[in-house]
């Protein structure tokens, strides 16, 4: 595996395609160790960068099968999986919001209006 350096800096277009990319943002604005900031931190919030970096690749793999238009099987995009690893206290942090946030905009990679609701029943997630 090649260390890219700064994920603030790294422009997805110009990386190799790969079919997964693993990430885990720093978890400290998340854990209920820390001060709670959540997504909003600056730790936490480089899994923006991650989905950035991923919404670049797949433009990039876009392109490379059909130069650029619209018409690609979304399921031949690089990279084809995502995984982000992070802490417990990722579920509550924000009341459930950051959550959220993630699975939506996780969602949004594929379907850039991808709405993701909280979940019923007091707007818990459960741990899974």
């Not at 800096?9 to 190799?16: L, R, T």
């Not at 993701?116 to 459960?126: D, L, N, S, V």
């Amino acid at each position: 595996m090649k260390h890219l350096g700064d994920i603030t800096k790294i422009d997805g277009h110009n990386v190799p395609l790969v079919d997964v990319v693993c990430g885990g943002s720093p978890c400290q604005d998340l854990s209920v160790a820390g001060k709670r900031a959540g997504l909003a931190g600056q730790r936490s919030g480089l899994f923006m960068d991650q989905i950035r970096v991923i919404k670049e690749m797949r433009d990039e793999s876009r392109k490379r099968l059909c130069g650029g238009g619209a018409d690609v099987d979304f399921r031949l995009l690089q990279p084809r999986f995502m995984v982000w690893e992070n802490v417990p206290g990722a579920f509550s942090s924000n009341g459930g919001e950051d959550f959220r946030a993630v699975l939506e905009e996780t969602a949004r990679v594929v379907c850039e209006n991808a709405v993701i609701p909280k979940p019923p029943r007091g707007g818990k997630w459960t741990p899974s």
